[in-house]
């Protein structure tokens, strides 16, 4: 992402702007081959009790997989700000990915990881793998327009659900010029996100606060795929929300009082015209997925770790450095370069 003020999120993490589920770059330790046919994308629904209730896959028209013989692969979803908004989003990076070597992708969780059978905390799931080559890579990534924040007295990140409190996370994000405040441009109909702060994103959060829509906590377990069966509850698929036409104007609330001394405010910086010869924004990079290798040895295995903070992309910030984790004594080794293994940063 060549923009300094857009922060870059991590699997199972929602982002709030208007732009929806974009884009989604993985980034492999070394060179892999990979066909489009590898990356399978979802828009997911649950229920209360964690169960999948339907499942919609992205048309391939509508997706677009480049990277193959480099180290990185990248997703771009298209019209994401009208198809995959107020979405769960699951990801499935199939084993037919391989490296130079033919060695396939070893995609599961990390072993003592969450223990949820997909990839759900990266501090605890990644680097994926547990240690045999093969094994498909699951993970999900979210987009719920204005969900900025918890609503706990000390505010935590978004919670999948619309209350008083994300009105100060917008408020905050737009004063800050941050892009999460991004919601629409400001044409006289407005279109997609534009990468500046204006009024206009005042009125795109207020719709997203009028709309109150909401997201399922992720499974507790990964259930089978649905063409399989097997304990899957199974409904009928439930259309994505709609904006009205015309929202109706909000009542007269604290909110409505935050929101209007927002738009009060000095335009931002982003909102001001672009020195001369700058490049256009551009909304990449929303979600990164940064994947490893891992030598596997005889009577047990090492692995190295790149641990990546969460910073905002383009940021100068160090990262922490990579560390080693011997989690068992090896004999001999088999494969210095075994397995592609997933490491996910969003």
């Known amino acids: 992402n060549p923009h300094d003020n857009r922060t870059v999120r991590g699997v199972s993490e929602i982002e709030p702007s208007g732009i929806g589920v974009r884009t989604v770059k993985i980034t492999f330790s070394e060179e892999v081959t990979f066909a489009p046919g590898d990356v399978t994308a979802e828009k997911v629904e649950f229920d209360d009790e964690g169960n999948q209730t339907a499942a919609v896959t992205i048309p391939p028209e509508n997706v677009t997989v480049s990277g193959t013989g480099t180290s990185e692969m990248t997703i771009t979803f298209a019209d994401s700000w009208e198809q995959m908004v107020d979405t769960w989003v699951r990801i499935t990076l199939a084993d037919a990915i391989t490296d130079a070597d033919s060695h396939a992708l070893d995609g599961e969780p990390a072993a003592g990881g969450s223990g949820l059978g997909y990839i759900y905390d990266a501090a605890l799931d990644l680097p994926s793998g547990n240690g045999a080559a093969g094994g498909a890579a699951v993970f999900y990534v979210g987009s719920l327009r204005g ?26 994000a737009y004063q800050s010029s941050n892009l999460d405040a991004d919601f629409q441009d400001d044409a006289l109909t407005p279109g997609p996100p534009d990468g500046e702060i204006s009024s206009s994103d005042v009125d795109g959060f207020a719709s997203a606060y009028q709309r109150g829509a909401s997201l399922s906590d992720l499974p507790a377990s990964q259930p089978p795929p649905m063409a399989m069966g097997g304990g899957m509850a199974v409904g009928a698929l439930s259309p994505l929300p709609l904006a009205d036409a015309e929202p109706a104007a909000l009542t007269d609330s604290p909110e409505t009082a935050l929101l209007a001394e927002a738009a009060e405010e000095p335009a931002p910086a982003a909102e001001t015209e672009a020195p001369a010869g700058a490049a256009p924004f551009q909304h990449d990079d929303d979600f990164q997925v940064a994947l490893g290798i891992r030598p596997v040895w005889a009577d047990g295995w090492r692995l190295k770790v790149a641990q990546h903070a969460g910073l905002p992309s383009g940021s100068d910030a160090p990262k922490q450095s990579a560390t080693d984790i011997d989690l068992a004594a090896g004999s001999s080794l088999l494969d210095p370069l075994a397995l592609p293994a997933l490491n996910v940063r969003l």
Do not use: C, N, R
């Open 147 to 172: 969900d900025y924040q918890d609503d706990s007295l000390t505010p935590g990140p978004p919670d999948g659900k619309i209350s008083s409190s994300d009105v100060d996370g917008f408020a905050s």
